[in-house]
């Protein structure tokens, strides 16, 4: 692709991504609306919110203009997890993971560069990717909202973790996650598996062309490695975003 056509591929508003369902949530008229409000409720995935042809434009671009941008992110199993051990079933596991990424808390940094080249930017700031997160969430969310792009590669994963933070005053009592999963045709097989009443005992696919999923954290799951051929990726575009702090004031 050339670059007026990866550019006409990133669309200005994220609506220009959503299919007829996915029109109905930012409506407010599709029975996930509010779905997020729902204690009981943590995280959602569904296949057919994204128009596939868009996605697909969508993820070819990405493909094209931000490889050569993306910086390694390697956490390990550390050794000491196993040689510090003193006690027989005394585990104790940090969060490990291998996926490359942008990070964009400085437009400085390459990948923001090339993100804003392309409209990426643009795209993941819009009015309607937080009108639609809020339409999930069924609140108000802050108007400010962290971004970060991921490649799963074969093999790249996330291991176990909760994604509390107790020490932000903004995010200890929690917060939401939008995540647009973008697939290759290459891949065979990525999941999500998180808890529900103390175990590990749900799972989805993410397989799909275009997944949104979308997380009411904290709570603990992980992400499976990627199987795959070779050039396989799965491209996820990420939106946190803390809850409005004038409805904070409000219930106080």
């Known amino acids: 692709m050339r670059s007026n056509a990866i ?26 609306c509010g779905a997020l409000a729902d204690p009981r409720v943590r995280f959602l995935a569904r296949d057919d919110l994204i128009d596939r042809d868009r996605a697909k434009r969508l993820r ?11 910086e390694a992110l390697e956490r390990p199993i550390p050794p000491e997890t196993i040689s510090a051990m003193r006690y027989d079933y005394g585990e104790r596991l940090p969060k490990t993971s291998r996926a490359r990424t942008i990070y964009f808390e ?4 390459p990948g923001v560069t090339a993100g804003e080249r392309i409209g990426l930017v643009r795209l993941m700031r819009s009015a309607s990717f ?11 969310l802050a108007a400010n909202w962290g971004l970060q792009v991921l490649r799963y590669g074969p093999g790249d994963y996330a291991g176990p973790h909760n994604d509390h933070h ?18 290759s045709p290459g891949v065979e097989h990525q999941w999500l598996v998180y808890s529900r009443a103390g175990h590990f005992s749900e799972i989805v696919p993410l397989a799909a062309p275009a997944t949104v999923t979308a997380y009411r ?3 603990w799951h992980y992400t499976t490695p990627l199987a795959g051929k070779p050039e396989a990726a799965r491209w996820v575009l990420l939106g946190t975003f803390l809850f409005s702090s004038a409805r904070r004031a409000a219930r106080r």
């Open 7 to 32: 550019r006409s591929a990133v669309p200005a508003e994220f609506e220009d991504l959503l299919s007829a369902a996915g029109r109905r949530v930012l409506a407010g008229t599709h029975p996930l």
């Open 130 to 140: 937080r009108a639609f997160a809020e339409a999930l969430a069924g609140r108000r």
């Open 60 to 70: 070819r671009a990405l493909e094209q203009a931000l490889p050569d941008h993306l």
């Open 217 to 219: 954290l904290p709570f």
């Open 166 to 183: 107790p020490e932000n005053k903004d995010a200890r009592s929690g917060y939401i996650d939008l995540h647009l999963s973008l697939c």
């Open 106 to 109: 400085s437009r400085r940094e």
